[in-house]
């Protein structure tokens, strides 16, 4: 639109690929999908994101009928995720997919709206908030239970960096292999029951408080509807403290076969991390990017700090094997 001021081409480019990955992902999920409900949920929202392209193309004065390389790979990932995991896995992109572009649009909404591209994005949120995402919750709130998945994920990257560290520390205290993996194996079963016994005891208290709030507006008279809890005290123990001693595995595992020092184990843990925090922040609508060096300056002053322990250890009370 030639009426408009100039905007900065590089978020006019943005904002088109943008809207034209999320029109290629939902294509593809369509023709991949067997599930119903979702081919309905998509069919949708492949008609909103066919007017949100040609209304960034048309605003920008912007025609691009093709991704870029990156856009085309992390698209074949996830169709490829989709389909090994299936209906779930639809799902779950189609969750991240709309709370990446719900806090995109919002942030930026705040950083132009004193400009004439607010009204342009105030539009696009609106049919965020009104359309799509409340298109892509119904779905997913009776199919899947994100929280769950999220959980499995984040202990996962707990056993991964709290055990790392372990290793790290037993190696730099005891030198010997055979002394690390008892050690960091008993670390890691103990870290387990205890990640599992502190779920099981946050959502008992979580069901305490509903219960007493459910018996109190029954006292009342008032409106006693209240939403179940997705997940029962148990089985969140059991979910958490299982992830915990899988991810906890990772870093032992060099060491079970034969790694002598903590080299090995940090290089294993250090590049599951790097997975685990891009699944992580997908899921959760965070910059990649940011998440992932984040937990490798994480994993970096663990394994610092932990060697540097062990070492003091060893030279102090004379520790040897």
Known sequence: MSSNPPHDPSLART?????????SLYRELRRISGDRDAQQTLDELIAVEIQHLAFWQKFFNLTL??????RRIKLQIMIMACRLFGTTAVHLVLEAIEV??????????????QQPLAAALRGILMDEFKHEDVLVTKLTERKINAERIRNIFLGLNDGLVEILGAVSGFFGAFGSATMVLVAASTTAVAGALSMAAGAFLALNSEKEVKTTELAKKVFLGEDSETAAMEEQPLVSAAVVGSAYLVGATVPVLPVLIGADDAFFSVVTAG?????????????????ITRRILLNLAIITVAVSVSYGIGVLAKSVWGIAV
Do not use: C, N
Request: hydrophobic content about 50%; aromatic content about 14%.
């Open 100 to 113: 990446h572009g719900v806090r995109k649009y919002l942030a930026l909404w705040r950083e132009y709206q």
């Open 65 to 70: 009928e093709h991704l870029d390389p990156w």
């Open 271 to 287: 590049l599951m991390v790097i997975v685990v925090s891009t699944i992580l922040s997908f899921l959760s609508g965070m910059d």
């Open 15 to 23: 904002l088109v690929l943008d809207e034209l990955f999320d029109l």
